[in-house]
């Protein structure tokens, strides 16, 4: 059941209609919180109502902008009901590909929905949060601590992104609002299931040159990616930890959950040098030595 602190207020989870975000929604909604949630669109919307999603509030909001989906929040929180107790963040993309070749637009948008879009959503909801003494958690990924060959811009995204929560949880830590991330690893969604195609969409982008200069960490990536594929945890399971950061008295400023728990605390008992050996070892790109 809610805990006290927050069964009279509603719960904001953006990003509902996402793997997390969905499996966080039933979860919120089956321990008797008050959700209101943000799809991407109309046709996300309805088909949140024909999953069983009709007795929440949802809205659409587009963080393509990160100005017009914070709007597309307010006019949700405008039309009242029970004070904003909680505000979770789901939202994000991971597109991939050499940092060399990476087009300044697609690097745009990938730090306008990972990034500034959560802090678009903070500087929203931060009035109404403030007076409600809520909380906010926000999805961030392993990512944010390490980085890997192909995945600069999405690392780049979370990095800064971890970063702007430890401000936000100082500053908003003087009126006793805590600040959450949760630092997943490989998550069993459409995302993790459908990079092995993706890797091979951006490969078919680059021209000849760059093919020879990176064909072989997309290779390793791609193999990597489908052996490790089993690895990947429910998003389930990550919806669980945010209920439990959501309902717990002291929450924490991270929760790493499933592959990122080991890989962190490597990263954190290494130096860089000893950290990139293990990376290369393994994704070595040209650095692989072909038997025989």
Known sequence: MPSSSNQSGKILVIGASGGVGRCLMRQLLDRG?????????D???????????????????DF???????????????????????????????????????????????????????????QATLPEMRANRGRFIFVSSMA????????????????ALEGLADTMRLEAGQWGIPVSLIEPGAIATGMVHGFASQLESSLAQLDEEGRQNYGDYFAQQRAFSLGSGTGAIPPDDVAKVIVEVLESDAPKARYPVGSAVPLLDL???????E?????????????AVSAG
Not at 144 to 159: E, H, I, N, Q, T
């Open 64 to 122: 393509s902008s990160a100005e017009i989906g914070a709007q597309e929040v307010r006019n949700a929180l405008e039309r009242g009901g029970e004070p904003l107790t909680a505000v979770i963040s789901c939202i994000g993309i991971n597109p991939c590909g050499p940092v060399e070749t990476t087009p300044l637009a697609l690097f745009r948008r990938t730090m306008e929905i990972n990034t500034l879009s959560n802090l678009a959503i903070y």
């Open 43 to 61: 046709g996300d919307l309805d088909n949140m109502v024909q999953d069983g999603f009709g007795t929440a509030d949802i809205f659409a909001a």
């Open 275 to 287: 950290f990139d050996a293990v990376l290369n070892d393994m994704l070595p790109g040209s650095r």
């Open 267 to 273: 990263r954190r008992s290494s130096t860089d040098r």
């Open 33 to 41: 919180y008050t959700v209101l949630g943000s799809a991407v669109d």
């Open 144 to 159: 944010g601590k390490l980085a890997l060959p192909l995945l600069g811009y999405y690392a780049a995204s979370k990095f």
